[in-house]
């Protein structure tokens, strides 16, 4: 993998998806790709559902641009539900002013000792996410998947794991990497549950941003599913600016154990 169809009709492209696979216990895939060019796309998608069968996938995960609607359509008659549309906040860090919250929260990449605290806030803190929000599939199965990415970041050559301190007080946590183009993009972003509502969002957010300045990244980038729009609120809020979301579809073969 990846492997690639492409006719008269479609072009389809695919490749596992190991993160999602380890969570349901299942082979996962998630298609890279997908235009409808003719009338006839079905045929296609025919041999990609083969091989699907074939491997004995129970998850597909497909994510299309927000005007792709004849792409929408098209999965939708092959049994993919639509779960989210996401929007894509970015920030430029050169025209933002990056005022000083007192007292300062500091930001440092996580230690070995607060992996327990950090399993717990990224098994507790979401609920907007397309496995939480998918009913196939739920919230325990969701909450797996983020303690199993913060665990697997402690060794990934890429992704830092950050923890965000009030004093000796882990109030939050971030997974990210720098990109090329000067990029720091924030894959995985969340407020620790017992200081939830206490005005940490836009401090931690603040100093997250800073901490990306001070690494010499002159771009943040992240993603939001749209149904979190408090989060939402708290991006345009500090100055971001959103480009085109996007759609996530789930197809999934019923049930998972």
């Known amino acids: 993998m990846p492997n690639r169809i492409e006719d008269a009709s479609i072009v389809l492209e695919w490749a596992e998806a190991p993160w999602d696979g380890a969570v349901i216990g299942a082979p996962a895939l998630h298609l890279t790709q997908l235009e409808v060019r003719g009338p006839n796309p079905d045929v296609g998608m025919r041999v990609f559902e083969s091989e699907r069968d074939r491997l004995a996938v129970s998850l597909v995960t ?22 989210e549309m996401l929007y894509r906040p970015e920030v430029d860090l050169r025209s933002t002013v990056l005022e000083e919250e007192m007292p300062p929260l500091s930001v440092e990449n996580a230690r070995k000792e607060d992996l327990p605290t950090l399993l717990d806030i990224a098994g507790s803190a979401f609920s907007n996410e397309r ?48 990109l090329s183009q000067r990029i720091c993009y924030w894959h995985l972003t969340a407020v620790a549950p017992a200081v939830q509502g206490q005005g940490y969002g836009r401090r931690v957010w603040l100093a997250m941003m800073r901490h990306a300045a001070q690494a010499g990244a002159i771009h943040v980038n992240t993603s939001v599913a749209a149904r979190n729009y408090r989060v939402i609120n708290l991006y345009a809020h500090l100055g971001f600016r959103f480009s085109s979301p996007a759609m996530t579809f789930h197809w999934l073969q019923e049930p998972v154990e």
Do not use: K
Not at 138 to 158: C, F, H, M, P
């Open 62 to 83: 497909c994510r299309l641009p927000h005007e792709r609607l004849i792409e929408s359509m098209f999965l939708e008659g092959r049994d993919f539900r639509f779960i």
């Open 131 to 178: 496995f939480h929000m998918d009913p196939r599939l739920g919230a325990e199965l969701g909450n797996q998947r983020y303690r199993n990415w913060v665990a697997s970041s402690q060794t990934d050559s890429d992704q830092q794991l950050i923890a965000v301190r009030d004093g000796e007080r882990i109030v939050a946590m971030f997974i990210i990497e720098m």
